[in-house]
């Protein structure tokens, strides 16, 4: 299906590293030589060969040094402050096209499998959806997929709700194929209260909310869930990172 429909491959990366104790951006970190941005566009070059990123201008010349350095083509566009993923998303605007289908993925996901992306892909195509993302059925969930009869209802961050981890459910993998237009008016008419940031996962929920065709789907491993957020994190990437061949 994906030789006949074409997609935009879109990669947030203007976060603050904060939680990861380092003073660069995350996705530039190297795992087995390898930095995840890297390893991401990987990912969706069969999708897209020059992908969007978002990034913090502040990091701009650290961005095309790895980019050129493993030959790399991107279109860099620019968050100027850290107001949440939904904010980032939408300074590309311009640079989508109305009736694009956006391939969206976090960027500090090392190892999601090209054949989870592809099974992901195929549904989204196949069902014609709006909106389809890729979940995960485990424990110490930190998003929550709350369905009402079955039916996507909408996708909990708990850490911006201040709750903790559910002990196991549903959660999403930071994967999610959309057309274009739905979502974007959709985060064009979130409330901003003063002082919070314009997140994304939210708008899932009000995107369902309008009537608009939403589907999580239960098809990622083990290995997709994982990404770097704390240094306790990277220690199990890394070791991960170990036991397998690099393929980029």
Known sequence: MMRTRKFRAVIPAAGKSSRS?????????????????????????????????????????QFEAVLNEFAISAQLVFQESAK??????????????????IILIWSDIPFIAAQTLEMLVNCHVAMENNFSLATFLGKNCYTIVSRNEGKLAEVLETRALGIPPADEG??????????????????????????????????????AASGAKVEAYPIAQAN?????????????????????????
Do not use: W
């Open 21 to 61: 104790g380092l003073n660069y951006p995350k996705t530039l970190y190297r795992i087995a030589g390898v930095p995840i941005l890297i390893r991401v566009c990987s990912l969706l070059s069969p999708y897209d060969q020059r992908p969007l990123i978002i990034i913090n201008p502040a990091f701009q010349a």
């Open 84 to 101: 949440g993923m939904g904010d980032a998303l939408l300074q590309a605007d311009t640079h989508l096209k109305d009736d694009e289908d």
């Open 224 to 248: 997709d869930v994982l990404s770097f957020n704390t240094p306790e994190e990277l220690v199990i990437i890394e070791q991960l990172a170990a036991q397998q061949p690099t393929k980029i």
């Open 170 to 207: 549903e959660r999403d993998i930071g994967l999610f194929i959309f057309k274009k237009q739905p979502l974007f008016e959709v985060l064009a008419t979130a409330p901003k209260e003063t002082g919070k940031e314009h997140g994304f996962l939210d708008a899932i929920g009000r995107l």
